[in-house]
């Protein structure tokens, strides 16, 4: 077995010291390590999406990096979505416009549906489709997770001050 | 599944990567996006001993026109193409290839030149490559050397790089003012390989086509360029009648795979209309 190692994961903002083999996955170790069960695991191949979380801001695949990558980077999960009790204007929007059913891949696409907002605040609804397109839903039939998303956008923009891409 | 056990290094530059693979021979192994190898390791379908992650070495974080190429370095990521790098048409070719490489959130982190290393013969970088005639910069412990894009690719993942080597940066010549492109690829849904793809580029003056790069791929076990098409298309005024006529050439000169996906005979007729369409788009 090779040699565990400290990484320290800053994770909504907050440090996480963990002790890791290479191997552990970010996914893993974020829920395993740091006890954050919100990202969930379909896949581990990439595929599925349940498992996105943003790495500086950019939505990636949890399950496809390692915990030691992400030493120094900026992780975001859906825990870091909400103010206290406040949801987050894409969570209020998957309650309202029936974004979820069973729930198993909300966290997922909540995550890459806020890291391209905060990217391309003024995205075209075809291009939106597209990037949606990434995440799958088993429930949905996706029309209500597209709708929560392009309700979210707009609030978004209101309340916040565009990133960058 | 969860990967088998490796030990880890992170090379801080280029040399140190290509030292690196060097120390490690046959248990390294490059990690650059990790968007195919991880994959690939959480099936245990690759076991390697060593990682040596690329991500460290920000010296091969770049991106730039030089000498009438496009030079692109081995952190490069797939997303960097999602709107035009350079002016002019190789551009706006390589960001309307870009949007059918897999989905948003694998685009951020899949690099240019790691789906030329990993070589999966429905890539379309590697039909990009391929079809514009690039250059791959291969560093090792010796030095680097430059391979053609036509020697570079030699079959099922399986390239020019060796073990010890480091595909350090891919070389895409730029295309003049006259030129435009065009790019069609059938999968069965978003975000997949694709069953068959056609990537055509044209330079039209006068309207009559001056020369052509024509290029099929996901239909064989590497991305085939079509040069007696392209051949034959030079000196032509572009027409739906002449396109369709070279979909159905194609058609006849690739003997295509077949597998759990497609029948040979079904890519077959794919190769007819994914070549008409890059081809109708190119002149469009
Ligand atoms: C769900 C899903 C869908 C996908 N769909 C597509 C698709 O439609 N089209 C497509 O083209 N790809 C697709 N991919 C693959 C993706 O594009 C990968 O990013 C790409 O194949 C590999 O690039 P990487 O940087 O991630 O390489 P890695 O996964 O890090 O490495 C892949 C291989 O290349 C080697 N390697 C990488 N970089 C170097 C280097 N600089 N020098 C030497 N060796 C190197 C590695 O050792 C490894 O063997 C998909 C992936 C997923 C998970
Ligand atoms: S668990 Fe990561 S994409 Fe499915
Ligand atoms: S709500 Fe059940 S998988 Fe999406």
Not at chain 1, 84 to 110: D, M, N, R, V, Y
Not at chain 1, 145 to 161: L, Y
């Amino acid at each position: 077995m090779a040699d565990k190692r400290a990484v320290t994961l800053n994770v909504n903002g907050k440090d996480y010291r963990i002790t890791v083999e290479p191997r552990r996955t970010l996914a893993d170790a974020l829920r395993d390590d740091c006890g954050l069960t919100g990202t969930h695991i379909g896949c581990e191949h990439g595929v599925c999406g349940a498992c996105t979380v943003l790495v500086d801001n950019r939505p990636v695949r949890s399950c496809l990096m390692f915990a030691v990558q992400a030493e120094g980077r900026n992780v975001r999960t859906v825990e870091g979505l909400a103010n206290g009790e406040e949801l987050h204007p894409l969570q209020k929007a998957f309650w309202e416009k029936h974004g979820l059913q069973c729930g198993f891949c909300t966290p997922g696409f909540l995550m890459l549906a806020t890291g391209i907002l905060e990217a391309e605040p003024d995205i075209s609804d075809e291009d939106l489709r597209d990037v949606l397109s990434s995440n799958l839903c088993r429930c949905t039939g996706y029309q209500n997770i597209i709708k929560a998303v392009r309700a979210a956008a707009s609030e978004m923009r209101a309340c916040q001050p565009s990133a960058s891409l | 599944m969860k990967p088998a056990p490796f030990e880890y290094v992170r090379p801080s530059s280029r040399a140190e990567a290509v030292a690196a693979l060097a120390t490690h021979g046959d248990d390294g192994k490059a990690i650059a996006g990790g968007q195919s190898l991880v994959a690939a390791m959480n099936f245990r379908l690759a076991r390697p001993a060593v990682l040596v992650d690329l991500n460290g070495a920000t010296d091969l974080d770049y991106l730039r026109p030089e000498g009438g190429k496009l030079r692109i370095g081995a952190l490069t990521r797939h997303a960097a193409f999602h709107r035009p790098v350079v002016e002019g048409p190789l551009g706006v070719l390589l960001a309307r290839v870009v949007r059918n490489i897999a989905h948003y959130p694998i685009r951020q982190r899949g690099t240019f030149t790691g789906s030329l290393a990993h070589a999966d013969p429905a890539s379309e970088w590697c039909l990009v490559s391929r079809t514009l005639g690039a250059e791959m910069v291969i560093a090792n412990t010796g030095g680097e050397r430059v391979c053609a894009a036509a020697d570079f690719f030699r079959g099922t993942f399986t390239t020019a790089v060796g073990t010890e080597d480091l595909l350090a940066e891919a070389r895409l010549p730029l295309l003049g003012p006259n030129w435009r492109s065009g790019f069609f690829e059938f999968s069965r849904r978003a975000g997949d390989f694709a069953l068959a793809m056609s990537l055509a580029a044209l330079e039209i003056e006068g309207g009559v086509i001056r020369a052509a790069r024509l290029g099929v791929g996901g239909v064989a076990d590497r991305p085939l360029r079509l040069e007696a098409l392209e051949a034959q298309l030079v000196g032509q005024a572009p027409s739906a009648a002449l396109f369709a006529g070279m979909g159905e050439a194609a058609r006849d000169l690739i003997t295509p795979t077949e597998d759990i996906h497609a029948s040979a005979d079904y890519r077959r007729d794919l190769i007819r209309t994914v070549v008409n369409r890059a081809l109708t788009q190119a002149a469009s």
